[in-house]
T-cell receptor
Framework: DAGVIQSPRHEVTEMGQEVTLRCKPI?????LFWYRQTMMRGLELLIY????????DSGMPEDRFSAKMPNASFSTLKIQPSEPRDSAVYFC????????FGEGSWLTVV | RKEVEQDPGPFNVPEGATVAFNCTYS??????FFWYRQDCRKEPKLLMS???SGNEDGRFTAQLNRASQYISLLIRDSKLSDSATYLC????????????FGTGTRLKVLA
């Protein structure tokens, strides 16, 4: 069975550049989550969607971050402009009850 | 007080030992509880759900104590392969899918 698929797996970008992370959730799951993980702060929930509608984006750090879910099989998390403090692992996850994570997108902003 | 708190460890235990972790949560109305396991540089994976009456899956036992607002994970007969970080997960409010993860407890099982 296909799990949650994220791309890119690794990205190194320069400060000020736009970063787009992509996610394909598990088919049939009606919840999609974006988490960010760092050593200092652990796993933080950024935003989650239900049936493609954003439900809670209170974890989005600032206006530089935006997320969309145009359909049930695709979501993006965009950072514009990126900053070094955005360096982290970004996980997409989907759920119909329990949460299943993708392998993560490892972002380094230099 | 943090919404979900865990002792970061590490817990260093010999193979075959029994080890237990606790996780406290702040919202008494939380209803859904889970334990996840995360290996180094990997994604978190579901270990087990935690039910009100407690539940067991092989060497793993999970308990919920609503009165004291904590969940626990007991691992019996520890294996080297159990070395990982264990994350507890609590939903922020009843009926929501806003899941809050603890920062994890690191376990090292030593040969």
């Amino acid at each position: 069975d296909a799990g949650v698929i994220q791309s890119p797996r690794h990205e190194v970008t320069e400060m000020g550049q736009e970063v787009t992370l992509r996610c394909k959730p598990i088919s049939g799951h009606d919840y999609l989550f974006w988490y960010r993980q760092t050593m200092m702060r652990g796993l933080e929930l950024l935003i989650y969607f239900n049936n493609n509608v954003p439900i809670d984006d209170s974890g989005m750090p600032e206006d530089r971050f935006s997320a969309k879910m145009p359909n049930a099989s695709f979501s993006t998390l965009k950072i514009q402009p990126s900053e070094p403090r955005d360096s982290a692992v970004y996980f997409c996850a989907s759920s119909s009850y329990t949460i299943y994570f993708g392998e993560g997108s490892w972002l380094t902003v230099v | 007080r943090k919404e979900v708190e865990q002792d970061p460890g590490p817990f260093n235990v010999p193979e075959g030992a029994t080890v237990a972790f606790n996780c406290t949560y702040s919202n008494s109305a939380s209803q859904s509880f889970f334990w996840y396991r995360q290996d180094c540089r990997k994604e978190p994976k579901l270990l087990m759900s935690v039910y009100s009456s407690g539940n067991e899956d092989g060497r793993f036992t999970a308990q919920l104590n609503r009165a004291s607002q904590y969940i626990s994970l007991l691992i019996r007969d520890s294996k080297l392969s159990d070395s990982a970080t264990y994350l507890c997960v609590v939903n922020k409010a009843p009926g929501t899918y806003k899941y809050i993860f603890g920062t994890g407890t690191r376990l090292k099982v030593l040969a």
